[in-house]
């Protein structure tokens, strides 16, 4: 028995309404790969949006968290930073402190051992913190840090191997000695804290234009390349679906 017309523009329908539902349930799967906390830096692998993402879409330790608009990295020490830029072909994340006292937060790491992530600048130095009831701010600017200092007095940072006589002794007190702290943070950029990330490597990924993921063979640390699909044709079905199923 064979089909009349009317049959086969039904059939048609039906594929098409299936066709629709599928894209647009493979769309809303895949919608999270790439995310973003406002307009901040692209998620991508390894990283991932912990209130968004499931665990294999990222590598461990590598999660981010969205504070309204801000993108948020826990290191496990812990410490938070805010995101400010991630580089994926250089594997570098650049951060801060809302608060502006960078400084601060990196006493309380003393190294990344237990952190994925290391000093992107390997230049690393010992300080020494003083409290200092009475300095002259035009000469020692550059090692005050407001952020640690209170009424009455100042915190300032020097190197541990600077000559004594840079220290006005007579208004100072010696407060500890910290090690491990990249240089970085005295010179240039003395807002932003730089780290980067050697494994999962994904710069081949990320040099040819490819998307980067973790093998599916069992290994917590080999990853492939894989094409990404082009966003004007998933768009293309996603609006012939949903049109077909809203009519």
């Keep these: 028995m064979g089909f009349s017309s009317e049959s086969a523009i039904s059939w048609s329908y039906t594929l098409f309404l299936l066709l629709g539902l599928l894209v647009k349930i493979g769309a809303s799967q895949n919608q999270c790969k790439e995310s973003r906390c406002g307009h901040g830096p692209a998620i991508r692998f390894p990283f ?3 209130d968004c993402q499931p665990n294999h879409f990222g590598y461990p330790g590598f999660e981010l968290s969205c504070r309204g608009k801000r993108t948020v990295l826990e290191l496990p020490i812990p410490v938070e930073f805010d995101v400010k830029s991630i580089d994926y072909k250089s594997q570098v994340i650049k951060l801060y402190d809302p ?4 400084f601060g937060e990196l006493l309380k790491i003393n190294g990344l051992s237990v952190s994925p992530f ?7 130095r010992g300080y020494t913190l003083f ?3 009475v300095l002259d701010r035009s000469t020692f600017q550059e090692m005050i840090f407001p952020c640690l200092s209170g009424p009455g007095y100042q915190v300032l940072v020097v190197r541990s191997d ?8 007579a208004s100072c007190t010696k407060m500890y ?10 010179a240039v950029d003395r807002k932003y804290l730089y780290l980067n990330w050697t494994e999962p490597d994904c710069t ?5 234009g490819n998307g980067c993921r973790l093998k599916n063979n069992g290994s917590k640390s080999q990853t492939e390349c894989f094409v990404l699909p082009k966003p004007s044709q998933t768009k293309k079905f996603v609006a012939i679906g949903e049109f077909l199923l809203e009519h």
């Design 162 to 169: 600077s000559p004594v006589e840079n220290v006005p002794l």
């Design 177 to 186: 000695n910290i090690s491990s702290v990249p240089h970085e943070i005295f």
């Design 99 to 102: 608060n502006d006292c960078l």
């Design 204 to 208: 081949r990924c990320e040099l040819i």
């Design 118 to 124: 290391g000093f992107y600048q390997d230049t690393q």
């Design 131 to 133: 409290n200092c009831s």
């Design 48 to 50: 991932r949006l912990k």
